[in-house]
């Protein structure tokens, strides 16, 4: 079965970094769309940030603070954090999609990122 594999959450203050990863198993991340989404109790789970072969994607609070990457080699999917600010706190969720075949949509299991000062 497709299963993804995230870590890297923490506890850190404002204007701190985190980089956070998303290990991929039965999944070639290069072939799919790959992304962040975080969700903060009480809210909407939001995407953060994708990836495809030729693109990506972020939501407009991050954009410039955060950066989504890939390394094929590893087939693992990172997602590095700058400037965090308390608004970033949240459980992120990395989600793999094939929307051809061999089709899916894979969750992990959520790390927490919680910034505070």
């Known amino acids: 079965q497709v299963q993804l594999v995230e870590s890297g959450g923490d506890l850190v203050q404002p204007g701190g970094s985190l980089r956070l990863s998303c290990a991929a198993f039965r999944i070639i991340a290069s072939s799919s769309i790959m992304g962040w989404y975080r969700q903060a109790p009480g809210k909407e789970r939001e995407l953060v940030a994708s990836?495809?072969?030729?693109?990506?994607n972020y939501t407009d609070s991050v954009k410039g603070r955060f950066t989504i990457s890939r390394d094929n080699a590893k087939n693992t999917v990172y997602l590095q954090m700058n400037s965090l600010k308390p608004e970033d706190t949240a459980v992120y969720y990395c989600?793999?999609?094939?929307?051809?075949?061999?089709?899916?949509?894979?969750w992990g299991q959520g790390t927490q990122v919680t910034v505070s000062p």
């Open positions: 990836i495809t072969s030729g693109n990506t």
């Open positions: 989600n793999a999609r094939r929307m051809t075949y061999p089709r899916y949509d894979a």
